[in-house]
């Protein structure tokens, strides 16, 4: 089992940008795929940007490809977010996610993944 726990949310000024971080406890972490989620008010968990194990694939929604970056460092059991250009819409919650399925195959969809953090919120205005 793995326990999660983001931070680097704040508000922001549209343009600006933000690192989100997960912290994962246990020694699975390298072992897992690993997905970075989003949930504004009213609307349903949707899915942002999923890493590989290993770091070598990547997925990225149309609506944040491009302006964010997936990462991890499996030696410091630590996945990142690095989000750019940010807009008013990318306001939300942001969970990160452990998918036990340890394939090259990176899943979108929320009941694909095992285990989640608390979530952090990310505001921008505009």
């Known amino acids: 089992q793995v326990q999660l726990v983001e931070s680097g949310g704040g508000l922001v000024q549209a343009g600006g940008s933000l690192r989100l971080s997960c912290a994962a406890s246990?020694?699975?972490?390298?072992?897992?795929?690993m997905g970075w989620f989003r949930q504004a008010p009213g609307k349903e968990r949707e899915f942002v940007s999923a890493?590989?194990?290993?770091?070598?694939?990547?997925d990225y929604s149309d609506s944040v490809k491009g302006r964010f970056t997936i990462s991890r460092d499996n030696a410091k059991n630590t996945l990142y977010l690095q989000m750019n250009s940010l807009k008013p819409e990318d306001t939300a919650v942001y969970y990160c996610?452990?998918?036990?399925?340890?394939?090259?195959?990176?899943?979108?969809?929320?009941?694909?993944?095992?285990?989640w953090g608390q979530g952090t919120q990310v505001t921008v205005s505009s």
């Open positions: 246990g020694r699975s972490f390298g072992s897992y795929n």
């Open positions: 996610a452990a998918d036990r399925d340890g394939s090259s195959y990176l899943h979108r969809r929320r009941w694909e993944y095992d285990y």
């Open positions: 890493i590989s194990w290993g770091g070598g694939y990547t």
